[in-house]
């Protein structure tokens, strides 16, 4: 890619640099607004603290959960909260997403199965699954293995949906080829239906990571005695908002992370 | 002579829940070795369902098919390229689904790229290269198996006026020249003329075989290709009473 960059600059004309700068400049632009809109954010939200102007009790402010990180990360618990919570999410998206994937190939290969199976998938995938946290909690545990099998019960049914729709929806032709060279049921699962399908699961990766999260920090606020989950509800309940703020950035700075992973991932396996 | 592929009283019926159509009554014809045979017919007159009966694609309602052959190549109006493979890894995929994407193989996927001029593109995917480069490779991945028999459905008609010429003039000229056996199922009448050695007139659906002609082209010297075959008078020939056949039957 570099090396195609170098070969063009060398044949580059005054009007196509004078293009280039301007997408440049326009990068730049929404770059540099997008981080000014967060300092001004943040620097207004301190100021209307100190000054008053906001109920800190409702709002807290950025330097009270800036000191309230510090003391947590000093005293190791923050990492020990995010571990705990993060283990669940990543236990629950891999269950979530492997077994929702493990059954759509089901369902692809028992065409039957599929057709007999069609009204229930589509009720429970309709069905709020936050709904059913309380009681797959109770069945299954009140501990870890509850809070992970919430997490992928909420991510499951849209993973089978999502995938066994892609799975049915690559071009008839393109099976019918393998099929002029003799191929078998197993060959054209793995030689079309699934790499066709690539684009489709690396969408449900993301949406599943968010997804697990949901179900990790419902889970939490249900019987968990730690996780960030468990702060925010602890927070709230003591009346620290400093704590429930804590708790939610906390969170958006690991969706981040786990969004630019993704998106990585997706540019390191999508080539064509 | 010896027969490679042969169709005897073959009918193909196909049902939905409302109705039973029949797409094809009755056809039978031969294929030698070697030869070009050409199914020209009405859009819609079963010509593509022809082709998937001596796949096997699809069983006949009655009659038999009689194949002699290792293994079929079957080529599509589409190129059916597999975007998320690149070119080379397109062309050696028959070669996987039959377990036989050896060594030896593979170098001679190498060479058929670089005689029909994709060895640069090798790495390429799909959506890099032009539709009469997609089409080559399309025809490489077919040929790769070696295929003692080879059906073209429309194999150019999705390709523009210029393309389909020039590609229709490559693929003719390397079908004669390696001698495989061909059967090509389409709409276009010069095309079936310039490639074939027999062309085969369907009527409208249920498809009959309404009339064959051996082409003949004396007036030519020389080796035959597809492009001078259009030279030629005899070609007009062809062309007025084979549009003739499907004209009249427009009529009835």
Redesign the interface.
Known sequence: MLKRKNEQAAIISKEHEEYLRSINRERHFIRITQILIFIFGIIFWELAARKDLIDTFLTSSPGAILNLIVKFINDGSLFRHLFISTMETIGGFFAGTLGGLLIAILLWWFRRLALILEPYIVILNSLPKTALAPIIILWVGMGYSGIIATAASISIVVTIMTLYTGFNGV?K??I????????NKF?ILR??II??N?PNILSVIKVNIGLSWIGVIVGEFLVSKAGIGYLILYGSQTFKLDLVMMGVFVLGVIAAIMYFLSSWLEKKI??? | MEYICELRNVSKRFHTINNETKAIDDISFKVRKGEIVSIVGPSGSGKSTVLSII?G?EQPSEGEVIVNTR????M?Q?D?L????NVYKNCL??L???NMDNEENKIKVKRMLEKYGLTNFKKH???QLSGGMRQRAALVRTLA?EPDLLLLDEPFSALDYQTRLSIGDEVGTILRNEKISTILVTHDIPEAVSISDRVIVFTERPAKIKKEYEIVFDDLSGERTPMKCRNTLTFGKYFREIWRDLDVEKEE
């Open positions: 071009e032709d393109k019918i080829l393998l099929k002029t060279f003799g191929a060959q030689k079309v790499p066709a690539i999508i080539k064509y | 796949a694609l293994s079929i190549g079957f599509f589409k059916q597999y975007e998320w493979r995929l028959g996987e689904v039959k995917y799909p959506s198996i």
